[in-house]
């Protein structure tokens, strides 16, 4: 047997404190897009014939089209790469949740289920075609497209989730509060218990995102709708900073998976 490195890094608490930290960023920065700049909330969205979710979802698509083909290109593990990526993933999703849930009228449960069967179809996909949907086994093209669809399917779906959960009497710190202690429930039953490891992962991949999408939203939106009405552009600058100083300053290093020697 040997060592074969992935195209993805290896699973530490610095790459779940990364990953919800570029969440949060998918948030603030999506929304800063969509109705910040492109006027979306604003009295006078619509008017020019735009729809500001549908232009956020093409730009951030567009980037997050060409990090994907730069990062199967990629012959090994870069972690700018691999961050900017999950990035660009996770505010196309914030724009294409908002454009799902309120543009086309699905509602907070109706983009939800949608989403989320969209997830699981990947999921399902992925393991008929190639065996198994392990990150562990993302260093071939074809896993890392179906890494890459279902991770993009996720960050969608945490979004429409996290505004679902919001929207009710819990409000932005109470849902906050809700996918923080699933997220501790996840942690202690990887410590305590066998269950999957893979399925405990895919399952704090998909949570980590709605936890990202409330508290971002508990940072901008204003304060008559339970936000603290900080500024978009500056809370996006500040996550970017943090999540850049974190790629540096923490190891990353790729992950591994036992291979057959030839």
Same mark, same amino acid.
């Given at each position: 047997m040997k060592d074969a490195l992935t195209k993805v890094p290896a699973v530490t608490l610095g790459? $779940? %404190?990364i990953k919800i930290l570029a969440t949060t960023f998918g948030e603030t920065m999506g929304d800063t897009v969509s109705m910040s700049w492109l006027g979306e909330t604003t009295a006078t969205a619509g008017q020019s014939g735009l729809n500001g979710y549908v232009v956020g979802t093409l730009i951030f698509g567009a980037v997050l089209a060409a990090l994907v083909w730069l990062q199967i290109r990629a012959r090994?593990?870069?972690p700018f790469l691999y961050w900017a990526t999950i990035i660009a993933s996770t505010t196309?999703?914030?724009?294409?949740?908002?454009?799902a849930t309120r543009s086309l009228g699905l509602g907070y449960p109706g983009g939800s289920l949608l989403l989320f069967g969209l997830v699981v179809a990947s999921l399902v !996909? $992925?393991?008929t075609n190639l065996g198994t949907i392990s990150v562990e086994s993302v260093h071939t093209p074809k896993a890392e497209l179906y890494y890459w669809l279902t991770i993009t399917f996720s960050q969608t779906l945490g979004t429409a989730l996290g505004d679902w959960v919001a929207d009710g009497s819990l409000g932005y710190s109470g849902a906050a509060i809700i996918f923080g202690s699933a997220l501790a429930l996840l942690t202690v039953l990887y410590l305590t218990t066998n269950v999957s490891r893979v399925a405990l992962f895919w399952t704090a991949f998909i949570l980590t995102r709605p936890l990202g999408a409330v508290v971002g939203d508990l940072l901008d939106k204003p304060v008559d709708k339970g936000g603290l009405d900080l500024s978009r552009p500056i809370a996006s600058a500040v996550l970017?900073?943090? %999540? !850049?100083?974190l !790629?540096?300053? !923490?190891?990353q290093r790729a992950g591994r998976k036992e291979v057959g020697a030839a």
């Open positions: 790459f $779940w %404190i090994a593990f870069h196309a999703g914030t724009t294409l949740a908002d454009f !996909v $992925w393991r970017l900073a943090a %999540i !850049v100083l !790629v540096v300053l !923490v190891p």
